[in-house]
């Protein structure tokens, strides 16, 4: 259990870190169709929604069709419906359907609907990571069964790169003696080109009792595309290759193989109160050097707003392997977790 708490307290550390950083100036303008302006700081648009933060009504939700006005002197990463992208300070005059992007070196001027995506490029490093943290506990008198649950993630951001880090680790215990583990530990790079591509790299480290996976690293390479382009929906399709060096705890040697990747995730987003989002990723494996042999990573995220940043997390999960390293018949893992998580920025 000494992982287990060492691990609890680092990303305690890095949430207070975070969740103490410096916020940016309300100093932004909004003005909706019936004449009210507020004074903000713009957080981001996101699914057709303005989220804007005051200091008396904090969080705030505003329909993009509904802005006939805008003004602000912070730097922003515009992305519009044909998945290009524009950086400056943002402006939407008065009696205009317009959206002014200005930088040191240009200014553009978009149909203010083309904007799907507008998110703030900070300048401090802080303000620049967004993240969560969720910890569960359940405990079943009838069963003897036991388990606890740590999931951390953090992305930070600049204009055309992501740098995403995460950790999630689950302890079951059953009775005195019989306790198993899965965890993970990871980071990758992302570089954002024009017309929703991406490629990324990156790197983890895995363990699954249930799996028969003492320690496996995974290094991947993806292309990814984005197909759609809508406020309402996120959908990401990659391809690419990993290497998979993997032990069980039945074999002392240390399997190496070559394997195809795809990957897709899928995302929906309710702004309603309470917040509520769904994500599912999907990861298929299938072998380059053993033949016949795929593997299958399944996750499915529901998260509800409790108040303010504070959320509950139903997961759903799965894992599948039909020619595991040690042999024998197919392994297969799933589960249902239930937590109590943060997000920051």
């Excluded at 024009?194 to 790299?201: K, L």
Aim: hydrophobic share 35%; charged share 25%; glycine share 6%.
């Amino acid at each position: 259990m000494r992982k287990w708490r060492v691990q609890i307290s680092v990303a305690v550390i890095v949430l207070g870190t975070s969740a103490f950083a410096a916020a940016r100036p309300k100093t932004d303008v909004v003005v909706v169709k019936n004449g009210d302006s507020v004074t903000c700081e713009i957080k981001k648009l996101s699914r057709g929604k303005l989220e804007v933060k005051t200091d008396s009504m904090d969080k705030i939700y505003v329909e993009w069709t509904e802005v006939i006005g805008l003004r602000s002197a912070a730097y922003f990463r515009v992305t519009t419906s044909d998945q290009n992208f524009y950086f400056g300070s943002l402006e939407i005059r008065k009696g205009t359907t317009d959206l002014r992007v200005a930088s040191d070196s240009m200014v553009v001027t978009l149909p203010m609907l083309s904007a799907v995506e507008i998110t703030p490029i900070e300048r401090s490093f802080w303000s620049q990571n967004q993240g969560r943290v969720s910890v569960g506990f359940d405990y079943s008198k009838s069963t003897d069964v036991a388990g606890a649950y740590l999931d951390f993630s953090n992305r930070y951001r600049t204009e055309r790169n992501l740098v995403e880090t995460g950790l999630n680790t689950t302890v079951t215990q059953e009775g005195e003696s019989n306790t198993k583990r899965r965890g993970m530990v990871g980071a990758s790079f992302t570089r954002i080109l024009p017309r929703g591509v991406i490629v990324s790299a990156g790197a983890k480290l895995e363990r699954n009792d249930e799996l028969d996976i003492k320690r496996r690293f995974l290094g991947q390479v993806l292309a990814g595309y984005n197909p759609t382009a809508t406020n309402q929906v996120l959908f990401l399709v990659s391809v690419g290759f990993a290497f998979n060096a993997e032990q069980s705890y039945s074999a002392a040697e240390t399997n190496e193989s070559l394997e195809g990747v795809l990957h897709t995730s899928f995302s929906v987003f309710q702004y309603n109160l309470p917040e509520t989002a769904v994500d599912v990723t999907l990861d298929i494996f299938p072998s380059i050097t053993e033949s016949g042999r795929y593997r299958l990573d399944f996750d499915s995220l529901i998260r509800r707003e409790i108040i303010d940043d504070f959320f509950f997390d139903l997961d759903l999960y799965a894992n599948y392997d039909n020619k595991p390293v040690s042999g024998g018949d197919p392994t297969s893992d799933y589960g249902i977790k239930t937590s109590l998580g943060y997000s920051w920025n």
